[in-house]
């Protein structure tokens, strides 16, 4: 099968090198020369995923995966994937695409649209092309930044909202015998709402957590111990219970402000949503706050941050906590903030400049440090060896906002420990 995947950020490369890998021929095709121009010298230098390099590599070289700025491949196309960043972008794709469809055609909409999207973009696309033959699915993507690979080939469930029978057997095809099982067919408008609803779902799971997070600690009992007891509760499930300083990314925040905003538009009230949102954003606030009240009380000089991504596995830092309470500290801390992070040093640099200091590793960045704050759960930063930390630093405090210490050992060495 020929697919073409138009956009190839976070979501449309791994799902085209996947593709690839499964045996259809792949064309990826980006607005952007230089993104198109690295990958056709074989280089990913725009984004880190575990395990994409390899799978890349192979359907590079063997051909199955080609790359270009030119949206002439649409044409003997048998499904094309729409995976760009916004609904103004997914128009922009749509109307281009639509001078080239020669056949019959799925246009798979991958992007989060509002729901009645796909409707419009249907209705564009028979506008500017009248003769074409086409169907529009949509086909809403649940994978994990971080784990785009492993997602891609192990997912829970792939929605496909269609409004004809014609496009199924397409779709049955291009997942061929993976996964297969997990194909779960429904109207259109549903699958866009599934996509809005799934998302706004886990921002509010991530948020009840950090709030019993911090109704634990106020009453002495442990939210590790309290997530693990929940999660053994099928209905409830152990996942997305670990608490942190707010979630962030670029699907969470945005589509639960979507969500709300077109349910606000339409006279429907989504009350849970809402307090998420506005809440999620106040954690933030209230944490740099404590933060900044430790680090007064000891009048330091120098504060050591760890971790910098939205969450480990990225080198995303679009709406990290991170940054957005690194930017809250610099506020009010007018003394030396260093920064590490094992992926997302350039993505940080681009966004924080040198308003911060940047670390080579985790114990050139504690050198001489009053504080330690830990922002992003890199696996890393769970094996850090404390003796070491301990005779790097200043002053011996851990701010731990993603509980990745082990937080006895840190005490019986001497710290002064405050985790979530
Ligand atoms: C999220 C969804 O999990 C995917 O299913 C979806 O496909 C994707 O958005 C998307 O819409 O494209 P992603 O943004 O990669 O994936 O990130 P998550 O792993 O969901 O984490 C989001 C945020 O929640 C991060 O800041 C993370 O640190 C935080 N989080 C997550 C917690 O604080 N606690 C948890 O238990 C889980």
Known sequence: ????????????????????????????VDKVETIIDSLNNGKITFLFEEGLEELFQRNFKSNKIKFTTSFSHVNDADVVIISVGTSKHVYNASTKLAEYLKGYTVIAIKSTVPVGCNDEIENLIAKVNPEADFDVVSLPEFLREGFAVFDSFNPDRIIIGTESERPISIIKELYGNCNKEKLFFVSRRSAEAIKYASNSFLAMKIHFINEMSDFCKEFNASIREVAEGMGLDKRIGDEFLTPGPGYGGFCFPKDTHEILNMAKNNGVNLSLIETTIKNNKNRMSKLSENILYETNKIKANKIAILGLTFKGGTDDCRNSPAITIINLLLKHFTYNIITYDPKGMKNAKNLLGNKVDYGKDVYDTVKGADVLVILTDWMEFKKLDLRKLKSSMNHHIIIDLRNMIDKNKALKLGFTYIGL
Do not use: Q, R, S
Request: hydrophobic share 50%; glycine share 18%.
């Open 1 to 28: 099968m020929k697919v073409v995947i138009i956009g190839t950020g976070h979501v449309g490369l791994p799902i085209g090198v996947y593709l690839a890998e499964i045996g259809h021929d792949v064309v990826c």
